[in-house]
Protein backbone atom coordinates (compact mmCIF):
# COMPACT_ATOMS: atom_id res chain seq x y z
CA UNK A 1 0.00 0.00 0.00
CA UNK A 2 1.07 3.27 -0.99
CA UNK A 3 1.59 6.10 1.63
CA UNK A 4 2.15 9.87 2.02
CA UNK A 5 4.20 11.70 4.58
CA UNK A 6 2.43 15.07 5.14
CA UNK A 7 4.23 18.03 6.82
CA UNK A 8 1.27 20.10 7.97
CA UNK A 9 1.28 23.42 9.80
CA UNK A 10 0.42 23.20 13.88
CA UNK A 11 -3.51 23.04 13.67
CA UNK A 12 -3.64 26.42 16.17
CA UNK A 13 -1.30 28.24 14.52
CA UNK A 14 -1.38 31.19 12.39
CA UNK A 15 -0.97 29.31 9.12
CA UNK A 16 -3.25 26.86 9.69
CA UNK A 17 -6.18 29.23 10.11
CA UNK A 18 -5.41 31.32 7.31
CA UNK A 19 -4.99 28.17 4.80
CA UNK A 20 -7.88 26.95 6.39
CA UNK A 21 -10.14 29.92 5.54
CA UNK A 22 -8.39 30.55 2.24
CA UNK A 23 -9.29 26.59 1.43
CA UNK A 24 -12.92 26.56 2.52
CA UNK A 25 -13.69 30.48 0.25
CA UNK A 26 -12.43 28.73 -2.69
CA UNK A 27 -14.27 25.44 -2.55
CA UNK A 28 -17.91 27.45 -1.42
CA UNK A 29 -16.92 29.36 -4.97
CA UNK A 30 -16.40 26.49 -6.90
CA UNK A 31 -18.96 23.81 -7.38
CA UNK A 32 -17.63 20.12 -7.45
CA UNK A 33 -14.24 20.96 -5.39
CA UNK A 34 -13.41 19.40 -1.22
CA UNK A 35 -11.60 21.40 0.70
CA UNK A 36 -8.05 20.06 1.78
CA UNK A 37 -6.18 19.89 4.70
CA UNK A 38 -2.88 22.06 4.71
CA UNK A 39 0.07 20.21 4.09
CA UNK A 40 3.11 19.50 1.68
CA UNK A 41 3.09 16.17 0.76
CA UNK A 42 7.17 15.01 1.64
CA UNK A 43 7.12 12.17 0.18
CA UNK A 44 4.38 9.10 -1.40
CA UNK A 45 4.50 5.55 -1.97
CA UNK A 46 5.80 4.54 2.04
CA UNK A 47 6.19 1.32 2.37
CA UNK A 48 4.13 0.90 4.99
CA UNK A 49 2.40 -2.69 6.26
CA UNK A 50 0.86 -1.84 10.05
CA UNK A 51 0.89 0.85 12.77
CA UNK A 52 4.53 0.39 14.01
CA UNK A 53 5.63 0.89 10.34
CA UNK A 54 4.06 4.30 10.85
CA UNK A 55 5.27 4.76 14.37
CA UNK A 56 8.76 4.07 12.85
CA UNK A 57 7.97 6.63 10.17
CA UNK A 58 7.11 9.52 12.42
CA UNK A 59 10.04 8.80 14.69
CA UNK A 60 12.47 9.27 11.82
CA UNK A 61 11.00 12.06 10.74
CA UNK A 62 11.19 13.50 14.18
CA UNK A 63 15.11 12.37 14.27
CA UNK A 64 15.48 13.50 10.62
CA UNK A 65 14.19 17.48 11.95
CA UNK A 66 17.19 17.12 14.89
CA UNK A 67 16.17 18.54 18.35
CA UNK A 68 14.60 21.88 17.35
CA UNK A 69 11.41 19.81 15.40
CA UNK A 70 10.80 22.99 13.00
CA UNK A 71 11.07 23.15 9.35
CA UNK A 72 10.66 26.55 8.00
CA UNK A 73 8.58 26.99 4.87
CA UNK A 74 8.47 29.63 2.09
CA UNK A 75 5.72 30.19 0.09
CA UNK A 76 6.18 31.82 -3.33
CA UNK A 77 3.68 32.18 -5.60
CA UNK A 78 0.08 31.00 -6.49
CA UNK A 79 -0.27 29.29 -9.38
CA UNK A 80 -3.19 26.93 -10.88
CA UNK A 81 -2.36 23.73 -12.76
CA UNK A 82 -4.57 22.04 -15.08
CA UNK A 83 -4.48 17.60 -15.97
CA UNK A 84 -6.64 17.42 -18.73
CA UNK A 85 -9.59 19.59 -19.07
CA UNK A 86 -11.24 18.99 -16.12
CA UNK A 87 -8.73 18.62 -13.44
CA UNK A 88 -7.96 21.69 -11.50
CA UNK A 89 -5.31 22.23 -8.49
CA UNK A 90 -4.75 25.55 -7.12
CA UNK A 91 -1.38 25.74 -4.64
CA UNK A 92 0.55 28.04 -3.31
CA UNK A 93 4.39 26.82 -4.55
CA UNK A 94 6.99 26.36 -1.63
CA UNK A 95 10.82 27.04 -2.17
CA UNK A 96 12.88 23.98 -2.50
CA UNK A 97 14.64 25.24 0.55
CA UNK A 98 17.98 22.73 1.37
CA UNK A 99 16.57 21.89 4.70
CA UNK A 100 13.38 20.47 2.96
CA UNK A 101 15.15 18.86 0.42
CA UNK A 102 16.92 16.97 2.93
CA UNK A 103 14.23 16.01 4.97
CA UNK A 104 12.58 15.16 2.09
CA UNK A 105 15.22 12.95 0.48
CA UNK A 106 16.04 11.00 4.00
CA UNK A 107 12.56 9.80 4.28
CA UNK A 108 12.09 8.83 0.78
CA UNK A 109 15.40 6.97 0.66
CA UNK A 110 14.53 4.98 3.95
CA UNK A 111 11.03 4.54 2.78
CA UNK A 112 10.37 4.13 -0.38
CA UNK A 113 13.19 3.50 -2.42
CA UNK A 114 15.20 0.98 0.42
CA UNK A 115 12.42 -1.06 0.87
CA UNK A 116 11.87 -1.46 -3.08
CA UNK A 117 16.04 -1.90 -4.50
CA UNK A 118 17.11 -3.34 -1.08
CA UNK A 119 20.45 -1.52 -1.68
CA UNK A 120 21.49 1.48 0.41
CA UNK A 121 23.76 2.71 -2.06
CA UNK A 122 21.04 2.72 -4.94
CA UNK A 123 18.80 3.72 -2.75
CA UNK A 124 20.52 7.18 -1.80
CA UNK A 125 21.43 7.94 -5.24
CA UNK A 126 17.44 6.99 -6.16
CA UNK A 127 16.07 9.20 -3.74
CA UNK A 128 18.67 12.24 -4.73
CA UNK A 129 17.59 11.95 -7.93
CA UNK A 130 13.64 12.11 -7.37
CA UNK A 131 14.51 15.01 -5.68
CA UNK A 132 16.36 16.85 -7.75
CA UNK A 133 13.92 15.90 -10.63
CA UNK A 134 10.57 15.23 -8.82
CA UNK A 135 9.89 16.56 -5.46
CA UNK A 136 7.73 19.31 -6.13
CA UNK A 137 7.02 20.88 -3.00
CA UNK A 138 3.42 22.86 -2.74
CA UNK A 139 0.44 23.82 -0.70
CA UNK A 140 -2.37 22.47 -2.21
CA UNK A 141 -5.70 25.07 -1.63
CA UNK A 142 -8.25 23.48 -3.90
CA UNK A 143 -9.03 20.23 -6.26
CA UNK A 144 -12.23 20.58 -8.73
CA UNK A 145 -13.64 19.30 -11.75
CA UNK A 146 -14.12 22.18 -14.14
CA UNK A 147 -14.32 23.35 -17.74
CA UNK A 148 -11.48 24.90 -18.69
Known sequence: MGISLWLCPKPSSQIHETLSSLS???????????RVEPHITIT???AINSHADV?????SAIAALGHEIRL??????????????YFKKLFLRVEKSRNLVSFSTILRELYVELPTLK??????YSAQDWARDEFDPHVSLLYTNIEQ
Open 24 to 34: TGLVSICSESS
Open 44 to 46: SGL
Open 55 to 59: RTVLE
Open 72 to 85: HVKLTSLELQAKNH
Open 119 to 124: NEAEAK
